[in-house]
């Protein structure tokens, strides 16, 4: 069998005539490259233990195909390099599924973006001291890149051997092909993760009133039901306050619209202020909100209701406010031994808040008259 020819962009190590490895500093910088990291973290399979059995497949047969002990296929980040396929290995390493890069050949493949391949690691002035030839036994290395489209390494895949073998262009050949197999299948792992993502910010959006950031009217429904449901089987109670923003048409007709959207958004954060972490809040619509209790009861309203007045009373004293936020409330709490939909209790914390928003008109007149 032939030795593997020295080729352009080919690192190659023989005995003699070694080929000059990157320095630390060149090298790290190369392997902090944005576009680089930004296809590693991608894939996912950075996470502590990622693997894929594809990946562990395609290690196997480059193993089997080179005749050698073990293989793998890393990923390489600026700080360690991460085993998401693998065969052969037994020992820490293999148990955490990657190292250090200073146990790392790949990490030169990943920084010059160019195949390494090595007969006998103890013969080169510098692999002979790596841990990953004095620790780990990696004595022969032959290690092609991992690309993407675009061209970034993120990796490679390695057959490696605890004694010196003198590597043949066929079995660099092997390993390019079954590189360009995982690189399909990382790809491909990116792909289903984007759409994912995708997938999540669109029904993320859909759940999400796009001015504040509150539940919308379809987001605080289904959470709504899922606390009713958790309230079933837990018999603790819960309760409903309807939220009606005072003078908004006001607001719009004389400061305009987008001051509207001003008052919306401050009312939205004074609303999530005073509620408590395992409380709902929502937009329902125009200038309609909601704020679900859970696991209190009717006194914890008026706590809730007071808590509210105290931070409109602080907003409104504020320095050059061109409106003021005032607000009509009403609630409905629902109870164990008096069970209701969600529907009963949003048309009863309606008819208060309504009842409490024609009390504050009619205050607000005999003010006026007086």
């Known amino acids: 069998m032939s030795r593997v020819p020295i080729l352009p962009g080919v690192i190659t190590i023989f005995n003699t005539g070694f080929a000059d490895l990157v320095d630390a500093d060149e090298l790290q910088g190369r392997l902090a490259d944005p576009s680089r990291l930004k296809a590693l973290r991608a894939s996912g399979l950075l996470e502590p233990g990622a693997q894929s ?38 020992n820490w390493a293999a148990a955490q599924r990657g190292t250090s890069l200073t146990y790392s050949f790949c990490r030169y493949v990943a920084g010059q973006n160019a195949p390494l391949i090595v007969a006998d690691a103890s013969q080169h002035p510098t692999l002979r001291e790596s841990r990953g030839h004095t620790e780990l036994d990696t004595t022969a290395y032959a ?43 990382i790809e491909l792992r990116s792909t289903l993760r984007e759409l994912a993502n995708v997938q999540d910010e669109l029904h993320r959006q859909a759940l999400h009133d796009a001015l504040t950031g509150l539940l919308n009217r379809r987001g605080f429904a289904e959470c709504a039901r899922q606390h009713i449901a958790l309230a079933q089987r837990t018999f603790a109670p819960l309760t409903l306050v309807m939220v009606d923003l005072d003078g908004f048409k006001t607001i719009k007709d004389t400061l305009g619209h987008d001051v509207g959207d001003v008052a919306l958004t401050e009312m939205a954060a004074l609303l999530q ?41 602080a907003f409104n004293a504020g320095s050059e ?50």
Not at 143 to 155: E, F, M, Q, S
Not at 285 to 310: I, P
Not at 335 to 342: D, H, K, T
Request: charged content about 25%.
């Open 273 to 313: 202020d005073v509620a408590r972490d395992s409380d709902v809040v929502a937009r329902l619509g125009g200038d309609e909100f909601a704020v679900l209790l859970t696991g209190t009861a009717a006194t914890a309203a008026t706590q809730f209701r007071a808590r509210l007045e105290s931070a409109l009373t």
């Open 53 to 90: 059995q594809v990946l562990d497949r395609l290690a196997r047969l480059a193993a089997r195909l080179l005749g050698v002990p073990a293989a793998l296929v890393t990923l390489v980040d600026t700080e360690a390099q991460h085993f998401p396929g693998m065969f052969g290995l037994d």
């Open 143 to 185: 290690g092609v890149p991992l690309r993407t489209p675009k061209g970034d390494c993120l990796g490679a895949l390695c057959a490696i051997n605890s004694v010196p073998v003198e590597w043949t262009a066929e079995q660099v050949e092997i390993l390019e092909d079954l590189a360009q197999a995982a690189m399909a299948e």
């Open 321 to 370: 406010r061109r409106f003021a936020l005032r607000a009509s409330t009403g609630t409905a709490t629902w109870l164990p031994e008096y069970p209701s939909s969600l529907a009963t209790l949003q048309r009863l914390a309606d008819e208060a808040m309504y009842a409490d928003k024609r009390a504050r008109r009619e205050a607000g007149s005999e003010a006026t008259a007086a």
